[in-house]
């Protein structure tokens, strides 16, 4: 049943992508974490998650998200989110995970905020 | 009476029940069998999406929590409509959530960038406009959700939860 995540990784200028197809649940686990372990490895300072609008969000994907976003900030790393369709906006922003990670509309709005300077 | 009116007739009159195996991952056809039916008895888009995520998240705590995952049990979903309001009643074989997490709780979790337990709750309580939890059975327990087809589109995040456990 379950659509399993495929993170692929993207350099763009100094910001990641990283490109989510496929759910983002509990067992999305390992893909997130092989994939920000990767990102580390590269000393990468600015993430940015790509998400396909008609993707499937539970709360065990949200979890591993904070949990994501908690590296981050322990790393100085600037976090973006974008891709996302009007109700996960909704919900992230509902949860509160709009304060550690900034939602944009387009992956060019996000590099035009995201790339250069700090 | 005309098409749609005649549709709303029929739906009032039948409710529809899908069992699921404890198995994460079917929660997806209760989501995708209650955004169906919603959208048949003529809810808008925006409520569709709110109600998929409650119904999804009931079905995640029946499977892992009510039902602990365990092969031989079932989660039944129940949905009807009647009188304008859509309601989903989600039943596993267990003996309730002992303890729901307040939102405070949670939110405060988060602001922290801990793991947030009871993260599907909220989302529930946040996204219908009725929830009550905690509704005992002889055989287990059901959560049910209502959407109303006459409420306005959700603005500010906070619903209403009552019945069972007063939150």
């Known amino acids: ?118 | 009476m005309n098409a749609k009116e005649q549709m709303v007739k029929k739906l009032n009159s039948h409710a529809v029940e899908v069992s699921l195996p404890s198995k994460l991952g079917y929660e997806r056809i209760a989501m995708d069998c209650s955004a169906c039916f919603a959208k048949m008895a003529g809810f808008a888009q925006d409520r569709i999406e709110d109600l998929k995520t409650a119904v999804a998240e009931a079905c995640l705590n029946a499977i892992e929590h009510g039902n602990k995952g365990h092969p031989d049990t079932r989660v039944l979903v129940t949905m009807d409509f009647k009188d304008d309001r859509f309601s989903v009643c989600v039943k596993d074989n267990g003996k309730g959530i002992s303890r729901i997490p307040r939102d405070k709780t949670v939110m405060r979790r988060i602001e922290n960038l801990e793991p947030p337990k009871g993260l599907g709750t909220y989302l529930i309580k946040k996204l219908v406009d009725e929830v009550e939890f905690n509704n005992l059975t002889a055989d287990g327990h059901i959560v049910k959700m209502v959407i109303k087809l006459t409420d306005k589109p959700l603005l500010s995040g906070k619903r209403q939860a009552s019945g069972g456990t007063t939150i």
């Open chain 1, 1 to 118: 049943m379950e659509q399993p995540s495929e993170i692929a990784l993207e350099t763009i200028g100094d910001v990641t992508l990283f490109d989510i197809r496929g759910d983002v649940t509990a067992l999305s686990e390992p893909f997130l974490n092989d994939a920000y372990t990767k990102a580390i490895d590269q000393g990468v300072v600015k993430i940015l998650f790509k998400f396909k609008k008609d993707i499937y969000i539970n709360s065990g994907g949200i979890a591993l998200l904070i949990q994501i976003l908690a590296e981050t900030k322990k790393n100085n790393q600037q976090a973006g989110i974008t891709g996302l369709s009007d109700h996960f906006k909704k919900i992230f922003n509902m949860v509160g995970i709009t304060k550690f990670a900034k939602i944009y509309d387009s992956v060019e709005a996000a590099l035009g905020q995201m790339s250069g300077g700090d």
